[in-house]
Nanobody
């Protein structure tokens, strides 16, 4: 059974930084891609950043230059370094992966339970 465990959320002042982590466990053959989404109150869930095999990354325009996504394949973990945080970054952040449990049959989508990031003075 696959599990995603997120950590690193919390309360931070505007201009501050946080680092989110998401570790996958269970029967894992391959994970690709790995990414982060967020959902602010009253809004739809949106893509924040995604990283595919190797180091290809894609970011929402609103976070470019401030957030950095990375992954540690040996630990099946994806990270989101968030700098220069703004109040509008306040949201629940969700980890998302497409995971293969074996060499055939394709991958399945998994979501973390979410971690709350609050940017406020």
């Amino acid at each position: 059974q696959v599990q995603l465990v997120e950590s690193g959320g919390g309360l931070v002042q505007p201009g501050g930084s946080l680092r989110l982590s998401c570790a996958a466990s269970g029967r894992i053959f391959m994970i690709n891609p790995m990414g982060w989404y967020r959902q602010a109150p009253g809004k739809q869930r949106e893509l924040v950043a995604v990283i595919v095999a190797g180091s290809n990354t894609n970011y929402a325009d609103s976070v470019k230059g401030r957030f950095t996504i990375s992954r540690d394949n040996a630990k099946n973990t994806v990270y989101l370094q968030m700098n220069s945080l703004k109040p509008e970054d306040t949201a629940v952040y969700y980890c998302h992966v497409n995971l293969w449990s074996g060499p055939g049959g394709g991958g399945m989508d998994y979501w973390g339970k979410g971690t709350l990031v609050t940017v406020s003075s």
